[in-house]
C-alpha cells in the first residue's frame, strides 16, 4: 500500500484503520531491522541498529495503547449512547 492509497475513513468507532495500517508498517520495520542486526557483525553498527528496534518497537506500543483507548472510549460512548435509549424504557 503505497502512501497515497491511503485515507481516512473518519468513520473510526472502536479502531482506526490509520493506526491499524501504522502499527502494521512499524513492525515489518521492526522485523526489516532484526534482519539486518542479525546479519550486521560491526559492533557499532548492530548497536545503532538495536536502538532502532528499540524505538520501533516501543511506537508499536503507543499506537497498541492508542487503540486501546479509541475502544474503551468507544465502549463507554456505547454505554451511554444506550442509557438514552428509549426503546429500552
Not at 5 to 28: I, Q, T, V
Not at 54 to 78: C, F, G, Y
Request: hydrophobic share 35%; charged share 30%.
Amino acid at each position: 500500500m503505497n502512501l497515497e492509497d491511503l485515507r481516512c475513513a473518519h468513520a473510526c468507532r472502536n479502531s482506526c484503520g490509520l493506526l491499524k495500517e501504522a502499527m502494521r508498517r512499524e513492525n515489518e520495520m521492526v522485523k526489516f531491522y532484526e534482519r539486518v542486526a542479525e546479519m550486521c557483525d560491526y559492533p557499532d553498527v548492530h548497536d545503532f541498529v538495536q536502538g532502532l528496534i528499540e524505538q520501533r518497537s516501543a511506537n508499536v506500543l503507543k499506537i497498541v495503547q492508542k487503540l486501546n483507548e479509541l475502544q474503551v472510549r468507544s465502549q463507554m460512548l456505547d454505554g451511554v449512547m444506550s442509557s438514552y435509549d428509549p426503546a429500552g424504557c
